[in-house]
């Protein structure tokens, strides 16, 4: 059975960091990406950061760049997020997705093709 479960989520104030993170089982990710979204209430889920499983390619909204950090460590099948320099505008539940259909670059930061979801994590940055 496939299940990813994340942590790390809490509250924080604006400038601080949170590291979260995503333990995979029940399935091996290779040749395929991962990621992290997340969904402000009333908003949409929107890609946040995706690597390519078998290369440790990236990619970040535009939103993030410079201040969050993705990671895998495929030995422990553990997928990482460090968020630094966190804005109340990060605020969200944040969500881990693996196995991505089509793999294509242009759909890693796009939630409809990932089959796989975890049940997320709250993160609350206050000013």
């Known amino acids: 059975q496939v299940q990813l479960v994340e942590s790390g989520g809490g509250s924080v104030q604006a400038g601080g960091s949170l590291r979260l993170s995503c333990a995979a089982s029940g399935y091996t990710y290779s040749s395929t990406y991962m990621g992290w979204f997340r969904q402000a209430p009333g908003k949409e889920r929107e890609g946040v950061a995706a690597i390519y499983t078998s290369g440790d390619s990236t990619y970040y909204a535009d939103s993030v760049k410079g201040r969050f950090t993705i990671s895998q460590d495929n030995a422990k099948n553990t997928l990482s997020l460090q968020m630094n320099s966190l804005k109340p505008e990060d605020t969200g539940m944040y969500y881990c997705?693996?196995?991505?259909?089509?793999?294509?670059?242009?759909?890693?930061?796009?939630?409809?093709?990932?089959?796989?979801w975890g049940q997320g994590t709250q993160v609350t940055v206050s000013s």
């Open positions: 997705a693996a196995d991505l259909e089509p793999v294509w670059v242009g759909y890693a930061l796009i939630p409809n093709g990932y089959n796989y």
